[in-house]
């Protein structure tokens, strides 16, 4: 199917109440993060739907689905990939994650990297070099430097740590809040699996931490804790 029959697909489900809410919650107004994107008010799940019925389609079709000036059909496009990823052999994986990282300037929100990002490029890295991470995060394009941090959580959920502590570390003074956000939830779930190796972490680079990537990363932990890292000076 062509992008813009997929795109008429995705329309049936537009709700008017998100066409209006989802522009205000990805920032879309002038001068912020999202600015420009465009909604057509489809939740995730519908258009998981979508994405699943058309895991077959082309490079090509999904390319279009990138260049869209609509984020769902973008959505659909990187969704449609995770799908394809989980069915397909070391070959086609390969196509799949250089494909992925080929179109990272229309990886341009927060969503767009989550629900992409460690299913793609983490699965993908898992048994092989790291260094691709390392590039991305020295990357000057906000969404490239997420995907490294985001990847790692494939690792994390195989008590993988090493490069979630390095990669906070390279990126500890991070001045974008989306950053310190995405740097602090990947902490978390490193430490919900290893609390130790967190709270060294923190004993060391606590101080250093923004306050936003600090308070994401201790938020499991009980309340005298999180107040004794919270309170250091």
Known sequence: MT?????QELEMYIDPVKKEYLPKFFKTGKGQYGEGDKFLGIVVPNVRLVAKKHREESFETVKELMRSEYHECR?????ILVERF??????????IYE?????????????LVDLSA?????????????????????????????????????????????????????????????????IGWMLR??????????VAFLEKYCLAMPRTMLRYAIEKFPEEERKYYMRKE
């Open 3 to 7: 992008a813009k029959e997929i795109q």
């Open 75 to 79: 959505l659909c496009g990187l969704l």
């Open 86 to 95: 989980k069915k397909s052999d070391e070959k086609d994986r390969k196509e």
């Open 99 to 111: 494909f992925y990282l080929s179109q990272t300037e229309r990886i341009n929100n927060w969503d």
């Open 118 to 182: 460690s299913y793609i490029v983490g699965e993908y890295l898992k048994d092989k070099s790291r260094e691709p991470l390392y590039r991305l995060a020295e990357s000057e394009l906000l969404w490239e430097q997420r995907i490294a941090v985001v990847s790692t959580y494939a690792f994390i959920k195989n008590s993988d740590f090493t490069d979630i502590y390095a990669l906070a570390k390279k990126l500890l003074t991070h001045e974008h809040d989306l950053m310190r956000k995405a």
């Open 189 to 198: 779930e490193a430490g919900k699996r290893n609390k130790d190796l967190l």
